[in-house]
């Protein structure tokens, strides 16, 4: 029997730690133990540091994970739980991503300071967001208006919204609904008009490979359906080489044993875009998301990556 504590690790913004105490929740349920079988150790990854440069100008994704996964593999931490959407579709060997909490809502918030939906922006108003997705399918629906980068946590965006630097700005609801901000939004978009990130809702943990005592614990908090639909989604983007410097937008509606899902590759500038959509047995989720990543790059071509890759 586990006689000390096992040690979660985690970033320290109020996000990342509001998903590693509902982790810790959920494997107290579980298991039945009390709160002292598990320790949370919060480190500062080299994305937390840098907040003044666009992710995809400093290495991407990795960024927010490099610290917990060299701890994981020391030793040091048992498992870490990350937001699924950060994380690289290429993990350090010997990792994998061994659970997934059930899923909160994947779509995206729209806060408006201006105007209380995204059509209704004034022309040449200006949005914030770190992300090129977002990016990419603002200026698809509205190629006038101005988009700049705008990191920061939570907190810290809303704030520079507040002070004015930007007319609007896009969150994931499940973020703002994990911090008890859900009422700063003004507009919530469905994911038919603006698709989600790949796994946007999803908190996943991380682990070494072949630890059954880990592998055991998480397993009793393992969401099947989450799992299976965010792997198709990770497949996805895999088969796309799919990272910050890359607007692509997919989500998976699961309906029993049955998958359907939605994916988009668009320009930067928002003006060219492909799209497929693919339906088939959950237990394929991973080879299907692989497929529709196949075949909407061979619709796409190469010339469409090398033009602004």
């Given at each position: 029997m586990q006689t000390k504590p096992f040690r979660i690790?985690?970033?320290?913004?109020?996000?990342?730690?509001?998903?590693?105490h509902e982790a810790r929740d959920r494997l107290i349920a579980a298991h039945g133990v009390p709160e002292e079988m598990f320790e949370i150790v919060v480190l500062t990854t080299?994305?937390?540091?840098?907040?003044?440069?666009?992710?995809?100008?400093?290495?991407?994704?990795?960024?927010?994970?490099?610290?917990?996964?060299?701890?994981?593999?020391?030793?040091?931490?048992?498992?870490?739980?990350?937001?699924?959407?950060?994380m690289p579709t290429s993990l350090p060997e010997g990792l994998h991503l061994s659970a997934y909490l059930?899923?909160?809502?994947?779509?995206?918030?729209?806060?408006?300071?201006?105007?209380?939906?995204?059509?209704?922006?004034?022309?040449?108003?200006t949005v914030g967001s770190s992300s090129l997705r977002r990016q990419a399918l603002i200026r698809r629906l509205r190629p006038d208006i101005s988009v700049v980068t705008f990191r920061g946590q939570v907190?810290?965006?809303?704030r520079k919204l507040q002070e004015g630097q930007v007319d609007a700005t896009l969150l994931a609801l499940a973020g703002l609904k994990r911090l008890g901000e859900v009422g700063?939004?003004?507009e919530l978009l469905e994911p038919e008009d603006f698709p989600p990130a790949p796994a946007q809702g999803a908190i996943c943990f991380e682990s070494r490979i072949g630890d059954a005592r880990v592998d055991e614990l998480l397993g009793a908090v393992n969401d099947p359906v989450t799992f299976d639909t965010v792997s198709c989604e990770r497949a996805f983007l895999a088969a796309l080489?799919?990272?910050?410097?890359?607007?692509?937008?997919?989500?998976?509606?699961?309906e029993g044993d049955r998958i359907r899902f939605s994916g988009l590759i668009v320009t930067p500038d928002g003006s060219r875009e492909h799209a497929v959509t693919i339906e088939g047995n959950r237990r394929d989720a991973t080879a299907l998301g692989h497929l529709a990543g196949t075949d909407v790059r061979e619709q796409a071509g190469s010339g469409f990556f090398e033009d602004w890759g």
């Open positions: 690790g985690t970033r320290g913004s109020p996000l990342a730690l509001a998903q590693a080299r994305g937390d540091r840098i907040t003044d440069r666009a992710l995809a100008e400093i290495g991407g994704k990795g960024l927010f994970t490099e610290e917990l996964e060299a701890k994981l593999l020391s030793g040091d931490l048992d498992f870490a739980v990350h937001s699924a959407k950060d059930p899923r909160e809502d994947i779509r995206d918030a729209f806060i408006g300071r201006t105007a209380r939906k995204l059509v209704e922006l004034p022309y040449g108003t907190d810290t965006r809303l700063v939004m003004t080489d799919g990272s910050c410097r890359t607007p692509i937008a997919g989500y998976t509606v699961c």
